[in-house]
T-cell receptor
Framework: SAVISQKPSRDICQRGTSLTIQCQVD?????MFWYRQQPGQSLTLIAT?????????ESGFVIDKFPISRPNLTFSTLTVSNMSPEDSSIYLC????????????FGPGTRLTVL | AQTVTQSQPEMSVQEAETVTLSCTYD???????LFWYKQPPSRQMILVIR??????QNATENRFSVNFQKAAKSFSLKISDSQLGDTAMYFC?????????????FGTGTRLTIIP
């Protein structure tokens, strides 16, 4: 299984600012994913990040609000831009290993609170 | 689009007892994967068990087993000899196997409490 770390683990931010979340995997992976988990809710996919190409966003999520970078096969970042209190959530990174066709492994999540 | 339904928002069971969490899904695909993930208060998502749709045999991982009924689109999780550490949110998830569309669709979760 892949070991995934995220930074920061939590943050409290002011309305109108931006936060960049980092996701690091301990092995090369083909696909990385970013999810949002609003308080008491399930996980919703924000976007899929493939190395060497633009991220693919799900309905309701746009690049201007959630820009994503994927500079190599082990790292990705998600930026939450121009934050509002509605962006208060847990943001989770996941990855699927290059030689695995199914299982996604998850990072520990970043708990974001916007005041 | 696929949907995943977990009809039990909360469950509780005495330690050492057996509990079954239900999950149904809707898809027009014939080949896919199904997963159960556990999310304890630490919020780390942990894979519990997975099932390939083309396999008729139910998956088993130690105390965890599934009852996969493809025709009924049902995928329940059975936890035997439950332990205090099993207390967590449990999410059922579906994944399409079509290349480029391998995203996970999650159910709303079941909060399981193991009572000492």
């Amino acid at each position: 299984s892949a070991v995934i770390s995220q930074k920061p683990s939590r943050d409290i931010c002011q309305r109108g600012t931006s936060l960049t979340i980092q996701c690091q995997v301990d092995s090369q992976v083909t696909m990385m994913f970013w999810y949002r988990q609003q308080p008491g809710q399930s996980l919703t996919l924000i976007a899929t990040a493939n190395q060497g190409s633009e991220a693919t966003y799900e309905s309701g999520f746009v690049i201007d609000k959630f820009p994503i970078s994927r500079p190599n096969l082990t790292f990705s970042t998600l930026t939450v831009s121009n934050m509002s209190p509605e962006d208060s959530s847990i943001y989770l990174c996941s990855a699927r290993q290059t030689h695995s066709t199914d299982t996604q492994y998850f990072g520990p999540g970043t708990r974001l609170t916007v005041l | 689009a696929q949907t995943v339904t977990q009809s039990q928002p909360e469950m509780s069971v005495q330690e050492a007892e057996t509990v079954t969490l239900s999950c149904t899904y809707d898809t027009s695909e014939s080949n896919y994967y199904l997963f159960w993930y556990k999310q304890p208060p630490s919020r780390q998502m942990i894979l519990v068990i997975r099932q390939e749709a083309y396999k008729q045999q139910n998956a088993t991982e130690n105390r965890f087993s599934v009852n996969f009924q493809k025709a009924a689109k049902s995928f329940s999780l059975k936890i035997s000899d439950s332990q205090l550490g099993d207390t967590a949110m449990y999410f059922c998830a579906f994944m399409n196997t079509n290349f480029g569309n391998e995203k996970l669709t999650f159910g709303t979760g079941t909060r399981l409490t193991i009572i000492p």
